[in-house]
Nanobody
Framework: QVQLVESGGALAQAGGSLRLTCTASGRTVSINVMDWYRQVPGKEREWVARITSAGRATYLDSVKGRFTISKDNHWNKMFLQMDNLRPEDTGVYYC?????????WGQGTQVTISP
């Protein structure tokens, strides 16, 4: 079992920055990849970024050059540095971990970007 807890969500102005943290506990050694997703009411959850155990990062096109995903060496924490924020970045941001055949989700953290 892996437990995930997101933090760092807040209200920010367009052009500003936020840093989200996903804190993992439990059998973190079994984690293969971790992702960030986001969701707004009435829309499907949207994939935002991924980081692999080797540290390889991939991004949704609309956040490339603005968001940076990173992690510590032992999958205890994963981060999403969000710069030059836009109102369309508003949503609940979720942490996801794939560990073997199991998928795990955090409870989400709200990010609201005002114009």
């Amino acid at each position: 079992q892996v437990q995930l807890v997101e933090s760092g969500g807040a209200l920010a102005q367009a052009g500003g920055s936020l840093r989200l943290t996903c804190t993992a506990s439990g059998r973190t050694v079994s984690i293969n990849v971790m992702d960030w997703y986001r969701q707004v009411p009435g829309k499907e959850r949207e994939w935002v970024a991924r980081i692999t155990s080797a540290g390889r990062a991939t991004y949704l096109d609309s956040v490339k050059g603005r968001f940076t995903i990173s992690k510590d060496n032992h999958w205890n924490k994963m981060f999403l540095q969000m710069d030059n924020l836009r109102p369309e970045d508003t949503g609940v941001y979720y942490c996801f971990a794939a560990a073997g055949l199991q998928d795990y989700w955090g409870q989400g953290t709200q990010v609201t970007i005002s114009p």
